[in-house]
């Protein structure tokens, strides 16, 4: 018997920085019902699905969500009532009917899919990730975890967004995440040992202090990370769009203003002088011009990865694989509005031969989707921010449970 749509509900819920998101209930015609809860960027890329918000200044300075809410209870729940379970995403996108979400809201869309899709993993009796992975290789994925965090995630102390530790030679997830915990602790002690005051952590749970320079930030990671002998290695973010003003790449505290050759050279030294291994938004989300030639360059070296370069869409990472234009992309739910479109993504990278990494957003909530989406992705990487607060943790501590329950192959791509 086809398991249909019985009936949605949704209401506003605060995100980790206290803004409005949105959580959807979905309830299937055999009575599996389900929640999901959807996460939110700031340091968005302009070709994102568009989240809609209600834009009342009288309600949370017009981040309401009241419309996405009605939008699902309303308009979705009447045309979905009777829709095959296993069929939601296709009716979403075609009830929308526009190219970026932008008439019900892509955060009203992605709740109805995740919440439809954890109804029918508890109507099926299996975990979340078997039944997300439809058949794909699930595998748990290695961690790439924030240690020290800029830009728009940290009041702008620095230009680069996440300097992360990526712990590439582990043979467990738990292994892996103890050593990420004490490199966490051993950068802050290498940063208060430099005279910076450490109050608090930023939106991502990394740390944020006003440091000098972006390279300072790499310094400090290189040292934290040198008694693991190889083992874990880092990876930025650089989150380049948020720099990048009329063809030019404005980095303040290292006193320089960049064109995009001067922020391949940079990149390329950086790489040479520290153990980074992955590069995410080395350059802007419209610079297709260098791309290309980003990763003719440091491609072989490194993991070159378009965030607010391919914002999850389809079209955009097949434009990337035919002009070579990097070898990785970061997968986000919320940049595209449903999971069909997500593993079109992550299948998309795959076939070419791509890295996928499957990733958080910096406002997030409790909800651990993300850590049953990476295992069943099989594409082996997640981002998820730090180890301190507990949005984030719902993801590593799903992980950890899974790694209990479930004999899964560990081991970076
Ligand atoms: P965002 O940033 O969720 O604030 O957009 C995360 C990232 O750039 O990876
Ligand atoms: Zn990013």
Redesign the pocket.
Known sequence: MTLTIHSLAAWEILDSRGRPTIAVQSTLSDGSTATAQV???????VHEALELRDADPQRYRGKGVRKAVSHVEGEIAAALQGCPAEAVDEALIALDGTPNKSRLGANALLGVSCATARALAQSRGIPLWQHLAAGRAARMPVPMINIFSGG??AGHNIEF??FLALPVRFDTYSEALAAVVDIHTKARELAEARGYHLTGVA??GGWGPALKSNEEALEILTRAVEPYGGRVAIAL?V?SSHFYQDGLYHLKTEGRTLNAGGMIDLLDQWTRRYPVISI??GLAEDDWNHWPLLTARLGERAQLIG??FFTTNPQRVRRGIAEKAANAV?V?MNQIGTLAETFEVIDLARSAGWRAVI?????ETEDSFLADLAIASGMGQI?VGSITRSERLAKYNRLLEIEKQHQLEYRFP
């Open positions: 996460p939110s960027g700031a340091s968005t890329g728009h995630h967004q996440d939106d991502e973010d989150a995410e938004d965030d607010d970061l986000k990733s958080a957003r910096s406002g981002k």
